[in-house]
């Protein structure tokens, strides 16, 4: 016969009320939470382009959701999901020094000050925009199409096949052939035989 102190009933409660409460976290979530998954997903590329981060970002929404909800469950789940989205937006584009251009569509939406170029990168960067657009004005019409769709756009080759009514390895000769074209244009490079 095992003699049970009054102590270790006691933490045995408390075990009893944390599974009962996590029990409760996790049902939320389920209910409340993944529902949600779609509409962020969609929210991430489209103020996040580069889609590999993605799936960072939802795990880590989920991880604040799940840690907030411990304490106490929000009001409005669907506006607190997306406040905590917006804001780890906001923190990762704080923390990067150096931000490439198609990783956040909309800057004003993100409240983030810019800086300011001074003329110089102006002029060169005007001149390096002009030079690829007449590099792209050469490119053949589909090839420039699905250039554009997937690195302008950000499509995935399956979106891009579909919306130019071809198959998958059709979209991917016309982005290789558009790439080899721009090399060839801007740079001297893979020039045809």
Known sequence: MTD??????GNAGARSLEMIARADIDAWFVREVLPLEAALT??????????A???DFLQDVYLRVYEAAAKEFP??????????????????VRRAKVIPLEA??????????????GPEAHAVARDELRRLEAALEKLPPRARQAFALHHIEGLTVRE?????????????WHLNE???????????EGEKP
């Open 42 to 51: 969609q929210y991430f590329r489209h103020n996040w382009r580069d889609a």
């Open 178 to 188: 558009g790439l080899r074209a721009l090399a060839a244009t801007l740079y001297g």
């Open 4 to 9: 049970t102190s009054e102590a270790d009933r």
């Open 75 to 92: 009001t409005s789940t669907r506006s607190f999901v997306f406040t905590i989205a917006h804001n780890l937006l906001v923190d990762r």
């Open 160 to 172: 891009i096949a579909s919306r130019m009514s071809i198959g998958e390895r059709g979209v991917t």
């Open 53 to 55: 981060g993605v799936a």
């Open 104 to 117: 956040v569509e909309n800057f004003e939406a993100l409240n983030v000050p810019a800086d300011v170029p």
